[in-house]
């Protein structure tokens, strides 16, 4: 019995798969324009600027596949402008067409009702959810992914090499959003071995061979000039440092559990691990005429990874997978396995395995495992429902339905409040608005992995006084930069101290640190209001004409919007007024000028000094420059920094790049004696003190550090 009935029933099949999809896309589609861009957004969205601006690595600058800005790029091609709503839309698009790509596959491996169960339970699901409301690969992950293996599943049951040929070219297209398609892989070679097993290999291998090509040819249209990018190396490391980590084995149990259960209510996911348990333990009972022998065994070796975590670590390797390699190999011989559960078993078993054993640092990248593990639970839940069906009457029956979905309900209502309604936002006022209904084993949020989260503080703001002339100059903030890059349509910001400009978001995501003694010197010229509520201050170093300004985002927006041309995110360079000179540095950087401020010229007070430098030749080596103030062969006072105050790196200067560089504070001793004083710059190494030679502009050696000005050194005032 596959389906819900005969042919009578197929009006209501659809009727319950449309109110499936309404209640999905109820969870995804409202307020895609509320939340501002968080960073990874923010990021994919100047690489599309940087795209159709003619930078031909754009998408290279990335540490995976190019899809999730090839979208927006087209997009925003088509429109000539774009917002949130517009760039997120086909993300959550897509999120919906992978929930009927899992209703497909339960219906076509169990029956209409597992699909469906698994398409509801996905439906809510908090990664989910939340990946349908950014910009961002998982939603075609698990789209394109999901529609693979029906292909295969398609190919198995009925021998059409027309689905072999387009799972190919899935498989390859889903490579190009990122490397988490490969997990859906071992599930997707059962399949076709089930299919070769069934009609033969030679009968199928032209089609075999077309899918295979297509399936490379997609991927390595974007990977193999990427190998040969300068950034591959980076994106090399940072999967094995940061994503891999130290270790041979790993036990992520404990932070898979934390983080599904920060996505999702908590009964949401121990209902799903007792489902699963469930079924498991039926399935290993069938291994021995003692049935109760290899379910207590289960238990009994999964309970003692989950009790001692710590007790299965052997020097580099941790053995908590053992346990489950064991239970995993008894449900593939069980007895009751059969082709279609061994295939739903290894869609599960590859993310779960890889993800919580073998990586250091899964993250969100557990979302991987829920499409299998809902499939799987519906299959679980209709074995239940069977099973007291032959046992209780009709009343108890009901009973124990209006309590399945009101624990359903229960769980959809979590990722309503969390990912859809912004008012409180959730995320960022935790534990303030905490839902005492919903229990936790956390107290405090993790500090990373965060996506989807409504948060918006009115940078739109800024970007259009930026526009406007209202604001000027460089910044610093709290706020990633990747954030604020994109609404202030990168006008320049500083790391260093004294910038023009702070801006303060409030509860932000991802802080950065700024010196809050700094911030307090400052002046409050304006607050950012989001519905009427303080969600941004703007500081600025100058003294103020009037009282600070209250700027509603909502007047704001339109005006922003209008302008999001790609070239809007472009701008010229502009250099501010300095006094021009020509020198070489060992021919790998010119000093093209500088801006210094004598204000504070006294014992007790600073010189503040700005670096105007441009790259001559690509540098392997972060140079760090001296200034000093010295007299008679004494250094009287010093202000080395690196450029940028680190964030801008000698070895990241492009040949014929212009780098402002004002990291220079020269504090002046209180001792130091009035009088004047060289103002010496240089460059040197860090790690062996060498100085770089200095060239004029006709080439003549200058030594090893340049004069480029005297400073009269005043009485204190």
Not at 559 to 586: C, S, V
Not at 702 to 716: F, K, M, Y
């Amino acid at each position: 019995e596959r389906g819900l009935g005969g042919e009578g029933h197929t009006s209501l099949l659809l009727l319950i798969l449309a109110a499936l999809l309404a209640l999905a896309a109820f969870y995804r589609l409202p307020n895609l324009d509320y939340a501002e861009f968080q960073g990874d957004e923010a990021r994919v969205m100047m690489h599309a600027a940087q795209a159709i601006e003619g930078q031909e690595d754009a998408l290279f600058k990335q540490h995976k596949g190019p899809l999730e800005a090839l979208l927006p790029t087209g997009f925003w091609l088509l429109t000539g402008t774009i917002n949130e709503t517009q760039a997120r839309l086909p993300f959550a698009l897509m999120n919906l067409t992978a929930l009927l790509g899992v209703y497909l596959l339960g219906r076509r491996w169990f029956s209409d009702a597992v699909g469906l169960i698994a398409m509801a339970l996905l439906a809510i699901n908090g990664f989910f959810v939340a990946f349908g409301r950014v910009v961002q690969y998982q939603s075609f992950v698990f789209g394109l992914g999901t529609l693979v293996l029906l292909c295969c599943e398609r190919f198995r049951a009925e021998g059409d090499d027309a689905d072999l040929i387009l799972g190919g070219l899935l498989l390859g297209s889903g490579a190009l959003a990122h490397y988490d398609v490969v997990v859906i892989v071992p599930a997707a070679l059962y399949l076709l071995a089930g299919g070769f097993r069934e009609r033969g290999f030679r009968k199928h291998l032209p089609a075999l061979l077309v899918a295979g090509a297509l399936s490379v040819i997609v991927a390595a249209s974007f990977y193999v000039p990427y190998l040969r990018h300068p950034f591959f190396a980076e994106t090399v490391n940072y999967l094995t440092g940061s994503r891999v980590g130290g270790g041979l084995l790993h036990n992520n149990l404990g932070a898979f559990f934390l983080t599904s259960t920060i996505y999702n209510s908590t009964y949401y996911v121990v209902t799903l691990a007792l489902l699963l348990t469930g079924l498991a333990a039926v399935y290993v009972s069938a291994l021995s005429a003692r049935r109760w022998l290899f379910p207590v065994l289960f238990v009994l070796g999964v309970g003692a990874v989950l009790a001692c975590p710590t007790a299965w670590q052997v020097g580099a390797v941790n053995l908590a997978v053992l346990p489950f390699l064991i239970v995993l190999g008894g449900l593939y011989i069980s007895p009751r396995a059969d082709p279609a559960f061994r295939a739903a078993l290894t869609w599960l078993a590859a993310p779960f395995l890889f993800y919580l054993f073998v990586v250091g640092y899964p993250l969100t990248h557990v979302y991987t495992l829920y499409p299998a593990w809902a499939v799987l639970s519906g299959m679980a839940l209709i074995g239940v429902w069977r099973w007291l069906r032959g046992r209780l009457g009709r009343g108890a029956l009901t009973g124990v339905a209006v309590g399945l979905a009101g624990l359903f309900i229960f769980c959809a209502y979590y990722p309503l409040f969390v990912f859809v309604d912004h008012n409180p936002e959730y995320k960022r006022t935790y534990p303030a608005h905490r839902n005492p209904w919903y229990w936790t084993v956390y107290d405090e949020l993790l500090p990373y992995g965060y996506f989807g989260f409504p948060y918006r503080a009115g940078w739109k703001v800024v970007g259009q006084l930026y526009a406007d002339g209202v604001l000027s100059g460089d910044y610093n903030s709290n706020e990633e930069e990747e954030i604020t890059n994109w609404y202030t349509r990168r006008a320049p910001r500083s790391y260093c101290p004294r910038p023009d400009y702070y801006f303060v978001a409030v509860n932000v995501q991802d802080e950065i640190p700024i010196p809050q003694d700094e911030v307090a010197s400052y002046h409050l010229a304006g607050t950012v209001t989001v519905s009427g509520e303080p969600k941004l201050r703007i500081y600025q170093r100058a003294a103020l004409e009037g009282g600070p300004v209250v700027y509603a985002v909502e007047d704001f927006t339109a005006r922003y919007d209008r302008d999001t041309r790609p070239a809007a995110f472009f701008r010229p360079q502009e250099l501010p007024a300095y006094i021009p000179l020509q020198a070489d540095f060992a021919h790998q950087a010119r000093l093209l000028g500088y801006i210094l401020d004598t204000s504070r010229a006294y014992p007790g007070g600073d010189l503040e000094l700005t670096l105007i430098w441009q790259g001559l030749a690509a540098m392997d080596t972060d140079y760090h420059v001296f200034v000093h103030l010295e007299r008679e062969g004494r250094l009287w006072a010093q202000g080395d920094n690196a450029p940028g105050c680190g964030f801008k790196p000698t070895s990241a200067w492009a040949v014929g790049q212009v780098i402002v560089d004002p990291a220079y504070i020269v504090p002046i001793p209180e001792d130091m004696p009035p009088g004047e004083y060289p103002l010496l710059v240089g460059m040197y190494r860090m790690d062996d003190q060498t100085r770089l030679p200095v060239y004029d502009a006709d080439g003549a050696a200058l030594g090893d550090g340049l004069a480029i000005q005297t400073v009269e050194v005043a009485e204190r005032p």
